[in-house]
């Protein structure tokens, strides 16, 4: 079996590009439904009078692509357990019907964890581009990695 | 409606509630967040989190709605947001919690640009016990009052 990337692993400067979301009406419709039901997240025509002048995902959709697309590519060979939470999100342009989505993720920062000498916090920043290379949603993950040397030795 | 010039730094509010399913844990994580402490009851005992926890998209997924229903029930003139300036989750977010939103507003100013006008907002996510498990802290944008179509001004 391979070996996870631990905290010890990580370097400053680190870049991963992978992803691809496909996002749709119905699943934009769908979420909003559940957690965002204003009017341009959830009807056409509403949308479309609106100053997005058409459907636009929830941009806490949006996230949730992202965390989607993290877990298929980037969080598996990973050894993390899950994230504090992020800084500076921006929501930099509306993700609309047909948009197919990737990520670009860079490691800006490690920090040891000074209550939990098992566990590194690592800031990422991640960025979600287009098909057209146009920058999405842009935000710094604080995630928690452990560190090697509280690895159980039967590992 | 209430529009960018009746919303006041100082302003606070408490939104509705919700509680929290293992179904839509499990839901959510499937579609968006499939990591095993989010999705298998068992191997979510077996981690560091001792039990199923909600994604912390997910939790931030119920504040938004819970923001969004009070936005509706207070005819506020919401346009979106660009953003937000941090999120902590701070405590997992179990099955069967009943979580509720504080909100307060840090400051307002107009855009110079558009016809609209900005809230720095920090919200806090209680459960059941009082305890604080998610914060964040964001930018809303709301038409403004002379700018509004029929409006009269």
């Known amino acids: 079996m391979t070996d996870l990337v631990y905290f010890e692993d990580v370097q400053v400067g680190d870049t991963h590009r992978f992803g691809q979301y496909a996002v749709t009406r119905e699943e934009i419709i769908e979420y909003a439904q559940q957690f965002d039901p204003q009017p341009f997240h959830l009807d056409e025509e509403a949308a479309k009078k609106s ?3 058409g459907l636009i995902a929830s941009g806490w959709h ?5 965390i989607r697309m993290l877990c298929d590519h980037a969080i598996p060979g ?3 357990t899950g994230a504090l939470g992020f800084d500076d999100l921006k929501w930099l342009k509306p993700v609309r019907p047909g948009d197919i989505l990737s990520v670009e993720t860079e490691v800006r920062e490690k920090t040891e964890s000074r209550s939990r000498p098992d566990i590194g916090v690592v800031k990422i920043a991640s960025r979600v581009h287009d098909q057209r290379g146009e920058t999405k949603m842009t935000l710094v993950s604080l995630v928690l990695y452990r560190r090697r040397s509280a690895r159980p030795a039967a590992g | 409606m209430k529009y960018w010039e009746d919303i006041r730094p100082g302003d606070t509010s408490t939104l509705g509630s919700h509680t929290v399913t293992a179904e839509e844990i499990i839901a959510f994580a499937k579609k968006y967040d499939p990591q095993p402490f989010h999705l298998d009851e068992e191997a979510a005992r077996r981690s560091i989190f001792g039990g199923l926890i909600a994604s912390g998209w997910h939790s931030c997924a119920i504040m938004m709605r819970l923001s969004v229903d009070a936005m509706r029930r207070e005819e506020m003139a919401g346009v979106g947001s660009p953003g937000i300036d ?3 989750w701070q405590k997992p977010v179990r099955a069967g919690d009943t979580v509720t939103v504080r909100t ?3 400051e307002t100013w107009p855009s110079r640009t558009k016809p609209l006008g900005f809230i720095r907002r920090k919200a806090e996510m209680l459960n059941q016990h009082g305890e604080i498990v ?3 802290i964001g930018i809303g944008m709301f038409q403004r009052r002379a700018t509004a179509p029929g409006s009269g001004a």
């Not at chain 1, 949006?62 to 992202?66: D, F, I, R, V």
């Open chain 1, 51 to 53: 100053m997005f002048g």
């Open chain 1, 62 to 66: 949006t996230g949730a692509m992202l």
């Open chain 1, 78 to 80: 990973s050894a993390t």
């Open chain 2, 86 to 88: 941090s999120c902590r």
């Open chain 2, 104 to 106: 307060e507003i840090m």
């Open chain 2, 134 to 136: 998610l914060t964040v």
